[in-house]
């Protein structure tokens, strides 16, 4: 069974650009988290999708926003984007929401210049 | 809120040694707990879980065991290997949801 990818593994974009990043889930999970990584800030929760809805939201600001799909597949879109939001971003998926079994795909490196 | 404290890094150990990575947490509740693996360029993967008070996750010779009493949920291996080198993050799940709060990660270098 194929993991979790995500799409495009290395980003270089612009201050004031905006970025969308994509997370296809491993086939049958309903259940698609995003998380933000940085050396400062360590593993940071953005969101939880679960059958097209947004179950769970952290503290970020709205510039960080997200979706997802009939077929599981979610995106994760950044707005005007700032020096600090260069950071690894992963997606996990698992069976539906209360699974204890998340997986993890390799992440999207974002820089912003 | 929800937090979670473990052992700064990075800890250095000679193949063949016994590895604790201390982690203790704060939550309100009964949460599940977690410890993930990252390999150097990869995502995090799981290595073990406990669901419950008492519980004892195990998985590739690693072992941690859900103490409610003194919050706590410390990573052990009798003997590690070069390849057990990665960072090691702790992480709380609360009751519902998928939201994980993580630890800041203990990097391990194990040398022959």
């Known amino acids: 069974k194929a993991g979790v990818t995500q799409t495009p593994r290395y980003l270089i974009k612009t201050r004031g650009q905006q970025v969308t990043l994509s997370c296809s889930p491993i086939s049958g999970h309903r259940s698609v988290s995003w998380y933000q990584q940085t050396p400062g800030q360590g593993l940071q929760f953005l969101f939880e999708y679960f059958s097209e809805t947004q179950r769970n939201k952290g503290n970020f600001p709205g510039r960080f926003s997200g979706r997802q799909f009939s077929n599981s597949r979610s995106e994760m879109n950044v707005s005007t984007l700032e020096l600090g939001d260069s950071a690894l971003y992963l997606c996990a998926s698992s069976v539906d929401t209360f699974s204890y079994e998340q997986y993890f795909g390799p992440g999207t490196r974002l820089t912003v210049t | 809120g929800d937090s979670v404290t473990q052992m700064e890094g990075p800890v250095t150990l000679s193949e063949e040694a016994f590895l604790t990575i201390n982690c203790t947490y704060t939550?309100?509740?009964?949460?599940?707990l977690f410890w993930y693996v990252q390999y150097p360029g990869e995502g995090l993967q799981l290595l073990l879980k406990a669901t419950k008070a008492d519980d004892k996750g195990s998985n590739k010779g690693f072992e941690a065991t859900y103490r409610k009493e003194t919050t706590s949920f410390h990573l052990e291996k009798g003997s590690v290997q070069v390849s057990d080198s990665a960072v090691y993050f702790c992480?709380?799940?609360?009751?519902?949801?998928?939201?994980?709060?993580f630890g800041t990660g203990t990097q391990l270098k194990v040398e022959l």
């Open positions: 992480a709380l799940r609360p009751g519902g949801g998928n939201k994980l709060t």
């Open positions: 939550a309100t509740g009964y949460p599940s």
